[in-house]
């Protein structure tokens, strides 16, 4: 969809560009050379003014193509970065918070299997949430808003302060092509 917005936007701006440019050679001086040669930019641009008032629809839906478009291949050329990273827009701005708190030293991690005891006495499995093992087995808990004691029980093993997400797997993640694939050869359900 943003690929054919783009181009959309990029065609509509190129036609008005066309379409004014042949009224602007129809009212030049003289009709067998371009329009501006031998103008300098004050004159060049006042010619443009006056054309895109002349015509103002073809004028109007030019500019608006030409001032959203590079907003849109902008746009298009993000989400194929995230592609190439494995991420969701959601999902970078997530890892990109989790980076700053590690930082900031308010990050810790531990292995899944050093946790069996904590995982059993959490209030979350007693509700009987379900718990998935995480790829790489790697468990990462913010420490911002847990309570002193919270944070007290954290300091101690099997937790470790993490100083950066090297370590860490991101479980969407299932490379570029794979991406690709789920993104535009997958069925829909519904």
């Keep these: ?7 959309l936007l990029s065609y509509g701006c190129w036609l008005g560009y066309v379409l ?3 009224l602007l050679q129809a009212h030049a001086w003289n009709e067998d050379e371009v329009w501006w040669k031998g103008l300098n930019i004050t004159d060049f641009l006042q010619a443009w003014g006056w054309v895109i008032t002349y015509n103002s629809r073809v004028g109007a839906v030019a500019l608006l193509a030409g001032c959203t478009a590079p907003l849109a291949w902008g746009m298009l050329m993000y989400n194929v970065y995230l592609l190439w990273r ?17 930082y900031d030293g308010e990050l810790y991690a531990a ?7 904590v995982v059993a ?6 509700k009987g949430a379900r718990r998935l093992r995480p790829p790489g087995g790697l468990v990462v808990v913010k420490t911002l808003k847990l309570t002193k004691a919270e944070r007290e029980s954290i300091n101690r093993k099997p937790w470790v302060k993490l100083d950066s997400l090297e370590n860490v797997t991101n479980m969407y993640d299932k490379g570029f092509m794979a991406n ?3 993104a535009f050869l ?3 359900d519904g």
């Design 111 to 117: 292995h899944w299997d050093d946790l069996k005891e």
């Design 186 to 188: 997958s069925k829909w």
């Design 121 to 126: 006495t959490d209030r979350h499995e007693e």
């Design 20 to 22: 004014l440019s042949q």
């Design 1 to 7: 969809m943003l690929a054919s917005t783009s181009a």
């Design 86 to 102: 494995g991420m969701t827009t959601n999902e970078h701005a997530k890892w990109k918070t989790l980076q700053d708190e590690a």
């Design 180 to 182: 690709i694939r789920e």
